[in-house]
């Protein structure tokens, strides 16, 4: 009879970053930015707090991740994912610090297309903390180191030569002249001056949405066109949100662009165009059995 393949487990793999990939840089600087916060400037979370994001958000990964994709990781993005809620999730609710790390992490896993998910896990986080825990959670100002425009400026630096790594300065030029349009345009409005509409570009928190949250590979149109006019469009909404007095409209603004990005990603398929993933990762298989053939 013709050979039948039986039943098998795929292999279970070790899965780590190489060197060259782009998360290990960014997870040194979101390391350096939590700790200048804690020791230099005005970072006000505790360190328990800390401690729990970062926790819960590398346990879960490596646990789901083993589970449903057969890895066993190293978890980098969730490292991230945990620091990004730490450096601007604000809540004295410990709690928060427990949930926000475990939705981001979820919405990996749990909210994808048949090839990958579309959220920021940190923003679809921050998101959810923000709608769904009646007031608990607000986004930590600007200002929480001091206002100090050298804080951006390092942020800026560093998140230039990721941008780079990534091939995501388009998205991060579009980003930054929208906001600068729309800031004129609202000024014009009337809703005040330069330093009104200008000045959060100064604070820590538009630097760490700027570099760290928006332009996420996996998260972001395929192509550079749609970049482009993808940066330009959150700014747009933002800048809309923000002339109507809407608190936290960045985050708002790329949640709902993320949330129609599986559109985006099919179109650009149909047109038979593809980005590579920047990811730079090391693979191992250890054991498993792979498909095998008999006679019957």
């Not at 070790?14 to 005005?42: E, H």
């Not at 050298?150 to 388009?170: C, E, F, K, T």
Request: overall charge positive; charged content about 15%.
């Amino acid at each position: 009879m013709d050979a039948i393949k039986q039943p098998s487990r795929s292999p279970f793999r070790i899965v780590i970053p190489s060197w060259r990939d782009p998360r290990v840089m960014m997870s040194v600087a979101l390391t350096l930015w939590t700790v200048l916060g804690q020791t230099t400037f005005y970072f006000n979370r505790d360190l328990f707090q800390l401690g729990l994001a970062v926790g819960v958000a590398c346990l879960l990964d490596m646990v789901l991740a083993g589970v449903v994709m057969r890895q066993l990781i190293l978890p980098l993005s969730a490292y991230q994912t945990a620091l990004s809620i730490g450096l601007l999730l604000e809540s004295y609710d410990w709690r928060l610090f427990v949930i926000a790390p475990a939705w981001g992490v979820l919405s990996k896993y749990l909210i994808r297309n048949s090839k990958q998910h579309f959220f920021n896990p940190s923003n679809f986080a921050l998101v959810m903390a923000l709608l769904l825990t009646h007031g608990r959670a607000t986004i930590a100002p600007g200002s929480q180191w001091g206002a100090d425009y050298r804080v951006s400026v390092v942020i800026a630096v560093i998140g230039m030569v990721m941008m780079i790594r990534v091939n995501r300065v388009g998205l991060v030029f579009s980003w930054v002249g929208g906001y600068v349009f729309m800031s004129i345009l609202r000024m014009a409005g009337g809703q005040g001056g330069a330093v009104f509409t200008l000045g959060p570009m100064t604070g820590a928190e538009f630097a760490l949405f700027t570099f760290s949250m928006l332009p996420d590979p996996k998260a972001s149109p395929p192509t550079a066109r749609g970049r482009l006019w993808w940066g330009f469009s959150i700014a747009v909404l933002d800048g809309v949100m923000r002339y109507y007095e809407m608190r936290y409209s960045m985050f708002y603004s790329l949640f709902i662009h993320t949330a129609i990005l599986p559109i985006m990603r099919w179109v650009a398929e149909k047109a038979g165009l593809q980005e590579a993933d920047p990811w730079k990762l090391v693979t191992l298989s250890i054991f498993g059995k792979r498909p095998v053939s008999s006679n019957s």
